[in-house]
């Protein structure tokens, strides 16, 4: 018996029962097909995209019935078998489709319109007779030449053997970028006729003549120009003109890695650091599946810890993957590994384009880099041999994905790690309770480091209350100390972060006289005024709009925007410090691809005294001119309607804190607040974790809220507010008669944001501890839903473990 059918995962959405489907393999793909191959596949009417997840040589739907595979995408297969078993435990786990489990594996370019390419990799006379032919004027051919040729068989054999490469170029329209350069001329001897034609008086001109001449032939930049021969663009102009040089146009290449970096070594480790790798190389050694914690303050050095593991499992053969939050993926931060692994690490970032992200995808899957660096969706690295899997910052949220399949980077980590039997760690100075309260119940093993790798002391907090200024009579949104702090660094040319904790601080438009805010039209939300183009923007849907001169309730033309947005924080800085070279960083000048990096770049060069921002610049930030960290207001957060909201605030400002005098300058941080007394605030000032831990413990004990508890949040969306709302109690009529009595059914409420969208939103929350029916049931749920209430115009999601309720 020969494999003749493959079981095929259908990328058909929307189908109440989630499973494959049989197709029989056309004998010219026989050996071409394997497990995780894309295919071409007719369901019903069309032609859709499937995966391969099992071949096997039989089949119970009669031969009369059974389809053939109408193509074969991929010749060499894009998931190993290890992604198509995590698919399946995430199709279960997350209660999503396994085609979105599979779809969430790869990078977006291989949804993308693309070519296949194939290189050379050898010399050409390693090659097989048939071959040779392709690559006799060329070392890249494409792959349609060996289709038409009917020579895949061979094509396969000489990529597994790597005498050849696929290479799939994405087709992307202004991707590429070019550059002016000045090309100065490659002949001397025209360069010093035209030397010998200018007359001395112009003396620059002769300068950037001589220089030339020492650079025959040279491209470079105009600006690197200018400097190095300290004359300008109208005198290399007039040389241009005489035929010294010319501006050409150059293409670039974005390599994410365009910066060259420096080499460093290990270090020496702290005795609280060596105790930690040892624990993690121990069970590197025997390979032993466990997950670590490893608690360490700011500025600890848990990055060299993470480091120094990475070394010893690349010197093992193994490769690792490293998480860490996009908003913390800064330059500094992916440096600090190229330059200890150099090309052997591979970054993945969403500031890449769709093209770069699959260049780095594919460096991974081809085996040419060996260490991951990446936000979220890099756990899902095609690496086949890990070593070690390091999520840095592990409390963070970014970590959980918000859409299908609604994955936590965390759970699929252990997975990972266990189906490798290597170590994971999890690295934070604020463990989420949930990872602390496993470690205190040694399912995680707790490292910590306590003390920073330099001993340097934590800065000095102090925490204003605001309502004392108000007494005071200062209605500023800087408090007395602050002012006087901000203009202390600025005497002694130190600089100054200046946080803004822009949840629920963003500034709306509100009638002073019949108390209208602006509203989003399609959701449930105020618009935020935006002061650069005098627009109010819904940040959820992108509608947006002038701000109307009188109000649209009352005509009424005292209607002005208020709160706080940076914009104005910049305004009121300026008004207070007019020579003060302030910085800003938030969604709005962060639009652009790298304006984070240079933004960054540019403070650390010295080129600003304060930088001001949001939540951006809470993590990564590591200069050491840093000596001031200001929180504008640290309880916005404290008032949002999560029960995480305390956890939130007491993280964000131990984060902030410690971008404070990270090296040889003490640093000093100033938190504004009007609820100094909250313990989130008190406790957030001398980075007293535990007792903050035991205290938010106790609170969630009392509520019932995680980690005693799980949750699961069912949502219910519809056009219509009553279809809506109608649903939302079916789930939960539903729920309640097929879950046991002790889970907790909370609902049907509107959900936080009502409508989103022109969509009415009711949810139900789901508090359990153990119910072993759980999955069952909820799954039961989707194929009612998928079977019937979708045509109704309902859409439901249910997510495990929300970060957000
Ligand atoms: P964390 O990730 O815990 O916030 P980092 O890894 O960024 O801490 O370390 C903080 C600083 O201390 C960095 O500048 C780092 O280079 C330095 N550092 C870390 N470990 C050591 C060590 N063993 N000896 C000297 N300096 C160290
Ligand atoms: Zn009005
Ligand atoms: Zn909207």
């Known amino acids: 018996m020969t494999i ?6 259908v990328d058909v959405a929307a189908y109440p029962v989630d499973r494959s489907f049989d197709y029989l393999i056309p004998d010219e793909m026989v050996s071409l097909i394997e497990l995780g191959s894309r295919v071409k596949v007719q369901f019903g009417p069309r032609n859709v995209l499937g995966f391969v997840v099992a071949l096997k040589e039989e089949t119970d739907i009669p031969s009369e019935k059974i389809k053939p595979i109408s193509q074969l995408l991929d010749i060499e297969p894009v998931l190993t078998s290890e992604m198509l078993q995590l698919a399946k435990w995430l199709k279960h786990e997350t209660i999503c489709f396994e085609i979105d489990a599979l779809q969430v594996m790869l990078p977006s370019a291989l949804r993308a319109k693309y070519e296949k390419f194939i290189s050379l990799e050898t010399d050409i006379d390693n090659l097989p007779e048939v071959l040779k032919p392709f690559f006799s004027q060329t070392s890249k051919v494409n792959y349609k030449d060996f289709e038409k040729n009917n020579l895949l068989h061979p094509l396969k054999t000489a990529l597994k053997q790597k005498l050849v490469v696929l290479e799939n170029v994405v087709k992307q329209k202004g991707q590429i970028k070019e550059v002016r350069k000045v090309q100065i001329a490659d002949n001397t001897e025209i360069l010093r006729d035209i030397s010998n034609q200018i007359s001395n008086r112009a003396k620059k001109q002769k300068v950037l003549i001589e220089w030339m001449m020492q650079h025959v032939g040279e491209t470079m930049d105009p600006d690197t120009l200018y400097k190095e021969t300290n004359t300008s663009s109208a005198v290399l102009q007039a040389l241009i003109e005489l035929g010294a040089a010319k501006f050409i146009q150059e293409e670039v290449y974005r390599d994410p890695f365009s910066k060259e970096v420096g080499h460093t070594k290990s270090l020496n480790l702290t005795e ?44 093992d053969g193994k490769e690792a993957i490293v998480l860490v939050p996009e908003i913390s993926l800064t330059p500094q931060m992916t440096e600090r590994f190229r330059s200890r692994f150099g090309e052997l690490v591979a970054v993945m970032h969403s500031g890449l384009s769709v093209g770069e992200k699959y260049d780095e995808w594919r460096k991974v899957h081809q085996g040419k880099v060996k260490v991951v660096v990446g936000a979220r969706s890099a756990i899902f690295a095609p690496f086949e041999n890990v070593g070690i899997i390091i999520l840095d910052e592990e409390h963070e949220s970014t970590y959980k994905q918000e859409d299908n399949p609604r994955y936590h980077a965390r759970d699929v980590a252990i997975w990972r790690g266990e189906y490798h039997k290597c170590p994971v760690i999890l690295g934070s100075a604020t463990p989420s309770l949930e990872s602390y309260a496993r470690a205190k119940k040694n399912v995680y093993s707790l490292l910590t480091l306590k003390e920073r790798a330099m001993k340097q002391a934590l800065p000095t907090v102090h925490i204003v209350d605001l309502r004392e200024e108000l007494k005071k009579g200062n209605r500023s949104m800087f408090s007395q100390e602050l002012l006087e702090s901000i203009e202390s660094r600025l005497n002694k040319k130190e600089q100054t972060v200046l946080f803004l904790n822009r949840r629920g601080y963003s500034s709306f438009v509100l009638c002073r006289d019949c108390g209208t805010v602006l509203q ?3 959701c449930d939300i105020s618009l935020t005024y935006h002061r650069s183009n005098e627009k109010c923007k819904c940040h959820y849907c992108g509608y947006e709009i002038y701000v109307p001169k009188t109000c649209p309730q009352c005509q009424s033309e005292h209607i002005r925007f208020f709160g706080t947005g940076t914009q104005k924080v910049e305004e009121e800085l300026y008004k207070f410090f007019p020579h003060a070279r302030v910085l800003r960083m938030d969604v709005d000048t962060t639009k652009t691809k790298g304006s984070h990096e240079q933004i960054l770049e540019a403070f650390g060069e010295g080129k600003a005294d304060i930088l001001l921002g949001t939540q951006m610049i809470a993590k990564g930030l590591d200069y050491p001119n840093i000596t001031l960290v200001g929180v504008l207001s640290a309880d916005t957060s404290l008032h949002l309607p999560d029960f995480r909201s305390a956890e939130k605030t007491f993280q964000l400002l131990t984060q902030v804190s410690g971008r404070a005098g990270r090296h040889e300058k003490k640093g000093e941080v100033v938190i504004q607040t009007y609820t100094p007394e909250h313990y989130a605030i008190e406790l957030s000032k001398d980075q007293f974790y535990e007792p903050f831990y035991e205290r938010e413990m106790m609170m969630r004990h009392q509520a019932g809220y995680p980690p005693y508890y799980y949750l699961a949040l069912v949502q219910v969306s519809h056009e219509d507010v009553m279809m809506a709302a109608d649903y939302a109690q ?15 059914i909370i609902g049907p409420t509107a959900a936080g944001i009502s409508r989103l969208q022109n969509r009415y939103r009711y949810q139900c929350l789901i508090k359990y501890k153990i119910e072993p029916e759980l999955i069952p049931t909820l799954m039961q749920l989707i194929k009612l839903y998928r079977s019937e ?13 929300p970060t957000m309720i």
């Open 4 to 9: 003749s059918v493959a079981e095929v995962i």
């Open 272 to 315: 609280e650091q060596s105790t930690a790798l040892q624990k993690i190389t121990t069970a590197m050694e025997n390979h032993q599946t466990e997950t670590f914690l490893l608690h360490g303050i700011t500025g600890s050095g848990k990055t060299e810890v993470y480091l120094q593991a990475i070394s010893k499992c690349l010197n």
């Open 520 to 522: 989003c039209q399609n």
């Open 730 to 744: 079916k789930c939960v009529e539903w729920l309640r008669s097929n879950l046991s009595f002790n889970v907790s």
């Open 789 to 801: 209430w979708i045509k109704k115009g309902i859409l439901l999601s249910i997510d495990l473990d």
